[in-house]
């Protein structure tokens, strides 16, 4: 990939909070798709005081693309690093700092140059660090919610509070999914297909209840490829799909996206009393007689899961899938103190 050396040094400047006057540097990708990139850069940098020093930071080039129901969201994180949305972080809870932010509106591409951040992440996140992450995200949203900061009403480019509900409802109106799971074909045991039948029976008074809940700045996509623990803290990444939403949307996320399915039931005991412990440090959560968190994960993963069990052909990934809805199934008789 080209790397423009001035705005590589220019990014390099901030990070090392002196004047860089060259930088050697190398490449290679840390993750990518099929509309966005990113690479770790390493390299040698040379301040103005003559010291030279080993450096690390990643570069996150974005191109536009659309999101269902979500269009702004491909340059969302342009939008937010270049606002006073890191002024709302704490040192235990953050994402990492950015250096150097630009946009090209002609090409409808942006560059982040972002902190490198070092520590566990994914499939090694023990259930501590789970519960820590859920109990710091309680504590973030709780704040902001008591507090209700200027700049939350300056953010201009956020996901709709809506963006769950009219998620779910256009899963619902597609028949491959809402057909299948009704159909003499489908291998789903029984009490599977029922209970997702069921959460369609009960939507609207479900989802009625969850829009009394008290709406928070969700990121989104909190799983756990997207958390990352290092020294006790946490550092979130991707903030593409964040907007308003609801309390849990993000626990729901935390527990059931591509989960630990061996763990699940147990990070979900964990993760819903430590998310809100967290939010109660800050506002009151009393006024809720029981949560919504279980219901959330149906909502937003039930017919998800019905999807990924029909577009693969791994037989090992079929099995994966049913297990995570057979594991949801299990939730729902768990008691669990909100």
Not at 188 to 202: G, K, S, T, V
């Amino acid at each position: 990939m080209n790397i423009k050396l001035d705005t590589l040094i220019h990014a390099l400047s901030q990070q090392f909070k002196k004047d860089v006057i060259s930088a050697t540097c190398q490449s290679k990708p840390l993750q990518g798709g099929t509309v966005g990139n990113v690479y770790l850069i390493t390299g040698i940098a040379e301040t103005v005081d003559g010291e030279k020093s080993p450096y690390r930071i990643v570069l996150k080039n974005q191109k536009k693309w659309e999101r269902y129901g979500d269009p702004g969201s491909w340059r969302r994180e342009y939008d937010l690093y270049s606002s006073d949305l890191k002024t709302t972080f704490s040192d235990a809870f953050r994402w990492p700092t950015c250096y150097h932010a630009e946009i090209n509106d002609k090409e409808d591409e942006f560059q982040l140059w972002l902190e490198y951040i070092d520590g566990v992440t994914g499939i090694d996140l023990s259930g501590d660090m789970y519960e820590l992450a859920a109990l710091e995200l309680g504590r973030y949203q709780g704040k902001l919610y008591a507090e209700q900061p200027a700049v939350l009403q300056s953010l201009t480019n956020l996901s709709h509070a809506d963006l769950m509900k009219n998620t779910y409802l256009h899963y619902r109106s597609w028949p491959v999914v809402y057909d299948y799971i009704r159909s003499d074909d489908c291998d789903f045991p029984l009490h599977l297909r029922q209970m997702l039948i069921d959460i369609d029976e009960h939507s609207e008074e479900l989802l009625d209840r969850i829009e009394k809940l008290p709406l928070v700045l969700c990121h989104r996509d909190f799983w756990v490829t997207n958390l990352i623990y290092t020294d006790g803290k946490i550092v979130l990444i991707d903030w593409d799909t964040s907007g308003w939403g609801y309390l849990g949307e993000d626990i729901a996320s935390l527990i059931a996206d591509e989960a630990d399915i061996d763990h699940m039931v147990e990070y979900y005991q964990r993760c819903v009393p430590a998310y809100y412990k967290g939010f109660s440090e800050y506002a009151d959560v009393s006024p809720i007689a029981n949560h919504c968190i279980y219901e959330l994960i149906l909502l937003m993963f039930g017919y998800k899961l019905v999807e990924w069990y029909l577009h693969t052909e791994d037989d090992s990934e079929k099995k994966m899938h049913v297990r995570t809805l057979q594991k949801i199934y299990e939730m729902k008789t768990i008691p669990v103190q909100g």
